[in-house]
C-alpha cells in the first residue's frame, strides 16, 4: 500500500455525516489509475464486523502489481472517520490493529489545523498480541477549495496524516502520502508525494446508494481490547434481537474466575469492562452467552 495524500470531494457544503462522502457501504468500489504506467488501484469495501474489540468496515485494497491488504474504518459521532488498524496479504506481518483508533478525517477541519490522536500499536502473532508502544498521530489540513467536473461541483478537503517519531512502516498507513475516497462521483484525483510525476485518478466508483439508510450492524463474536491487557480490557459483541445474555470468565482449568453480565440485553452493541483483581497472570477464556449460542475470546493478562 502506497503513502498517499489524502484529498476528498463533497457535495456542496459539509455534510454533518462523513458517510455521504466517505462511504463505509459494503460493495462500494474504487478503481484508480495511475496517469503514467504505475498501474492500478482497487479498493472494495466489505461488511461490518466485529474486530479486534471494535466494529468496523472492512476495506480490502490491492495493486495490479499484487501489493495489497485490508483497512478497517469506522465513523463516529461527530462525522470523523477513524482507522483502526490493516492487515498486509503480501507480507510476513500480522495484522496491526490500534487501540484507541486514529482520527484519520474529520470534515469540519480547516487549512492550518491539525488533530492529533495517541494510539497503542498492537501486531497480532501466533502466540498473542505483540505490543509495540505508544504512537501520535496527526491529521493537517492542508487546504479547503472547490473543483468543477463533468458530474458537478464539489468541496475539496486536502488533509495529510503524519506519525511523528514512529518507524516508516509497516503500520503507517497513508503516512505523508495519498488515499481516495468518496461518495458518487467525487474525489476525482488524489496526488502522490512519493512519486510528483504521478496523479492518480478515479475512473470508477460503484456500489453505491444514495437513498439506502445505513447498514446495520451484524451479530458477531466476542472480542477483546486491548489484548494482552493490563490492568483491564473491554469486551465487546453485538446482540441483533434483545434477549438473556451472560459473559463469564474462566480459568485454562476451567474454573470460572468472574461474571461480567448475566441479565436481559437490548439488541446492538454492548461493552463490558474486565479489570481483575488478585488473578495470576497468564490465557483466560471469556465466554458469550446468548439465545442464538455461544462464543469465546481467548485473553491474556500480563503481569
Avoid: K
Amino acid at each position: 500500500m502506497t503513502r498517499l495524500i489524502l484529498t476528498l470531494m463533497l457535495l456542496g457544503t459539509v455534510p454533518a455525516l462523513a458517510s455521504t462522502h466517505f462511504p463505509l457501504d459494503p460493495g462500494a468500489v474504487w478503481t484508480l489509475q495511475g496517469d503514467v504506467s504505475d498501474g492500478t488501484w482497487t479498493y472494495v469495501m466489505g461488511a461490518t464486523q466485529l474486530w479486534h474489540g471494535a466494529f468496523v468496515s472492512p476495506r480490502v485494497e490491492w495493486h495490479t502489481s499484487g501489493a495489497g491488504g485490508t483497512t478497517y474504518w469506522s465513523e463516529d459521532e461527530a462525522g470523523r472517520i477513524l482507522l483502526h488498524g490493516l492487515q498486509y496479504q503480501t507480507t510476513a506481518f500480522g495484522p496491526f490493529y490500534f487501540s484507541p483508533p486514529a482520527v484519520y478525517f474529520d470534515p469540519a477541519m480547516q487549512p492550518g489545523e491539525a488533530v492529533t490522536s495517541t494510539v497503542n500499536v498492537y501486531e497480532v502473532l501466533q502466540h498473542g498480541d505483540l505490543f509495540h508502544g505508544e504512537f501520535t498521530v496527526q491529521l493537517n489540513c492542508l487546504a479547503r477549495g472547490q473543483v468543477t467536473t463533468p458530474l458537478g461541483e464539489f468541496t475539496t478537503i486536502t488533509v495529510n496524516t503524519d506519525w511523528p517519531g514512529s518507524p516508516a512502516w509497516p503500520w503507517c498507513y497513508g503516512a505523508d502520502g495519498a488515499v481516495a475516497y468518496g461518495w458518487g462521483a467525487g474525489p476525482v484525483r488524489v496526488a502522490s508525494l512519493d512519486d510528483s510525476q504521478v496523479e492518480w485518478l478515479l475512473v470508477a466508483l460503484q456500489g453505491l446508494d444514495l437513498t439506502a439508510t445505513p447498514p446495520a450492524l451484524m451479530a458477531s463474536s466476542l472480542a477483546a481490547a486491548p489484548n494482552p491487557f493490563n490492568p483491564a480490557t473491554t469486551l465487546r459483541f453485538v446482540l441483533d434481537a434483545a434477549g438473556p445474555a451472560r459473559v463469564e470468565v474462566f480459568d485454562v482449568a476451567g474454573r470460572r474466575v468472574a461474571t461480567l453480565c448475566d441479565e436481559v440485553l437490548a439488541a446492538g452493541p454492548h461493552a463490558l469492562a474486565w479489570r481483575p483483581q488478585d488473578l495470576a497472570s497468564g490465557l483466560y477464556l471469556a465466554r458469550l452467552t446468548t439465545a442464538a449460542g455461544t462464543s469465546t475470546a481467548r485473553v491474556t493478562l500480563l503481569e
